[in-house]
């Protein structure tokens, strides 16, 4: 690890791991509400994310696609959450 400037040359931290669990793929626990049909280059927009079925105190990594077409992947962005 490195720490950029910390203070006094050193910081504690914890450190995580994730572990990628690739049968969760396409699972139904984070929604995008609204899902948007549209959007507007250079444009700006709101999309609330709701979760299910996650257990208490562990702490969950994924992705929210963002998709033209019905089938190209344009972007991503990554959600960690702890239920």
């Known amino acids: 690890m490195h720490g950029f400037d910390a203070v006094g040359g050193s910081a ?24 948007p049909t549209t959007a ?16 208490a105190g562990l702490r969950y990594l994924g992705t929210n696609l963002h998709i033209q077409n019905g089938t190209t ?4 962005t990554v959600v960690g959450v702890r239920p």
Do not use: E, K, Q
């Not at 927009?45 to 079925?53: C, H």
């Not at 992947?73 to 991503?76: D, M, N, P, R």
């Open 12 to 35: 504690d931290f914890t450190l995580f791991g994730w572990t990628i669990n690739n049968s969760l793929a396409g699972s139904t626990n984070m929604t995008a509400i609204p899902t």
């Open 40 to 55: 507007t280059l250079a444009g700006t927009g709101n999309v609330a994310l709701t979760f299910s079925g996650l257990t």
């Open 73 to 76: 992947v344009v972007g991503t």
